[in-house]
């Protein structure tokens, strides 16, 4: 660790510490803020010069008393994207950025300072220490997978609500892990599969719901072709921790030899540091839409039978969840899919009609005609200010976002158990009830990985 990083992250935790401290350790930090506000409320009568009305949350400001504070946990690619769209909310601020790599939480703070006009946000290489801040009310998880679900728990243990990029774990026992911890702490969680926020989308649900199908038959789940990577890239000398710290990067994952192309991103595909064989990828986002089209967010299919181009789920309904397989994301598309309406396509096929929707577009088919759809509205897939939105009303009300640790969970165990179907390359059966497999120690045996303790 830098000079530099020790001396912010000790006057970051002072500085907690000394807030916390000023007002007594019976009353949270935002009731303190707000009577720090309503003092300076008082004094602005008599001296209306001193305070400026923004502070007070007038002229259409935000009070600092009424900001969600925002802790980040691994600033890459897609956290720069959604961190983003977090800040262009008027009641949220980032306070703190913890990442193993010093490049990532330096060009993150870069961004958090431009974004927020000061220079406010510290850098935290453990996001342990960062945690132990009183004064952080939220955080993003946008690690790799490996460390999604134990810095979800972690940070729920410490008292914060947990906005998870997807997937949420590595496991079906580190999803119930998860979700189980979120029930106990009374925290408020969001998965990352922000489609569920996205009006499109929600208009192919609703047209499910409410019976515009007909009966429904079958749902359509564009999925990553699986893979099951496993060979080790070479080793290369460890680089300082202060540069980037290769045992916490690995986390729970086994070990092996440090490698800059891990750490560039390119983990992926290694089955060591990805959810399901690469099919919770897209999976992550698909299966959910399918789960909440078929009104089955309290369950799974109860059959999987993997196939060369896909694998068929079914549930105990009747309806059928198939899984396509797709070579890339912008090519060697199965011929099922409209190629132009984007990324991470679901259909959903009824008695009387169907609807396919992806990230940049959605077709509604009834009657075997094609019907007008330029009044339904449309955002890029891929946008998450939406989902933060209904995330952060959610910590300010206590109600259950719209992907909560429950819908997460399901979600998340079917599109494990169908790629253990691939994986084992048979016909399983699973207890949506026990969460098992019936008749099959092997397929079992999968629940769980092996976890590396040494992080800790």
């Not at 703070?109 to 004064?135: E, F, I, P």
């Not at 030899?257 to 990805?274: C, H, I, L, M």
């Amino acid at each position: 660790m830098s000079n530099g990083d020790s001396d912010k992250i000790e006057n970051g935790q002072e500085a907690a510490q000394a807030k916390t401290a000023a007002v007594g350790h019976d009353v949270t930090r935002r009731q303190a803020l707000a009577g720090m506000a309503l003092g300076a409320a008082g004094a602005a009568a008599a001296f209306p010069t001193i305070v400026p009305s923004r502070v007070l949350g007038r002229d259409g400001a935000i009070a600092p008393s009424d900001k969600i504070n925002l802790g980040v946990i691994g600033i890459g690619p897609r956290c720069t994207y959604v961190l983003t769209s977090m800040l262009g909310l008027s009641d949220v601020r980032c306070v703190a950025i913890a990442d193993v790599q010093k490049s990532r939480r330096e060009a993150g703070k870069s961004l958090v300072d431009k974004l927020s006009g000061n220079s406010d946000c510290v850098l935290y290489r453990d996001m342990r220490d960062m945690l132990a801040r009183k004064d952080i009310d939220a955080v993003i998880v946008a690690t790799g997978d490996r460390w999604h679900t134990p810095a979800s728990i972690l940070a729920a243990e410490a008292g914060k609500d947990v906005y998870c990029e997807k997937p949420c774990g590595l496991s079906i026992k580190n999803v119930q892990d998860l979700a189980a911890t979120m029930k106990r702490t009374e925290r408020i969680f969001q998965a990352g599969t922000q489609r569920r926020s996205v009006p499109q989308f929600q208009t192919a649900v609703e047209m499910a719901h409410t019976g515009k199908l007909g009966k429904l038959a079958t749902l359509y789940a564009s999925v990553y072709q699986p893979e099951l990577g496993n060979a080790w890239l070479p080793g290369e000398p460890t680089p300082p921790a202060d540069v980037c710290d290769w045992n916490l990067w690995l986390g729970p994952a086994p070990w092996r030899p440090y490698n800059s192309t891990y750490v560039a991103g390119k983990w992926r595909g290694q089955y060591d540091f990805e959810s399901g064989a690469r099919l919770l990828d897209w999976g992550a986002h698909t299966v959910d839409m399918c789960q909440w089209a078929n009104s089955a967010d309290g369950t799974t299919p109860v059959e999987f039978v993997p196939g060369p181009t896909g694998i068929t789920c079914t549930y105990a309904n009747g309806v059928k969840l198939v899984l396509d397989f797709l070579k890339t994301p912008f090519g060697d598309r199965s011929p099922n899919w409209n190629t132009k309406l984007g990324l991470c396509p679901v259909r959903f096929v009824g008695s009387e009609g169907s609807v396919e929707v992806g990230d940049d577009g959605i077709e509604v088919k009834l009657g075997g005609v094609i019907s007008p759809t330029e009044k339904i509205k449309k955002t890029r897939g891929i946008d998450a200010q939406l989902h933060a939105r209904n995330f952060f009303d959610c910590v300010r009300s206590r109600k259950p976002t719209i992907t909560n640790a429950q819908v997460m969970l399901n979600s998340h165990i079917a599109s494990f158990a169908a790629s253990f179907s691939w994986i084992l390359g048979r016909k399983l059966v699973f207890d949506p009830v026990k969460n098992e497999f019936v008749g099959d120690a092997e397929a079992n045996s999968l629940r769980s990985r092996p976890e590396r303790d040494c992080w800790a």
